[in-house]
């Protein structure tokens, strides 16, 4: 059986496709995405995924926070 999924970003709705026979080849997909394109999870309350490029750039509350305190 073959997955299919599309990872949005959900700060810029940069794409990634996710997709492959299930299970070995659809989390090499995925596993693709997270380490060659560097998505993760964003930082907060709700589930939201993040590209890479805007990972890099992030900063949420608790960054700021630092930011003050150095």
């Known amino acids: 059986m073959e997955g299919r999924a599309r990872l949005v970003c959900g700060d810029c709705a940069r794409t ?3 997709a492959g ?7 090499a997909a995925f596993t693709r ?12 309350a709700h589930l939201v995924m993040i ?4 990972l890099a ?3 949420g509350s ?3 926070d630092d930011a003050e305190k150095l």
Not at 21 to 27: A, K, L
Not at 33 to 44: E, H, I, L, Y
Not at 51 to 54: D, E, M, S, T
Request: hydrophobic share 20%; proline share 9%.
């Open 16 to 18: 990634c496709e996710v």
């Open 21 to 27: 026979e299930m299970p070995g080849e659809y989390r």
């Open 33 to 44: 995405c997270v380490s060659d394109q560097g998505w993760a999870p964003r930082p907060g």
């Open 51 to 54: 590209c890479g490029v805007c």
């Open 57 to 59: 750039q992030y900063e």
């Open 62 to 64: 608790e960054t700021k």
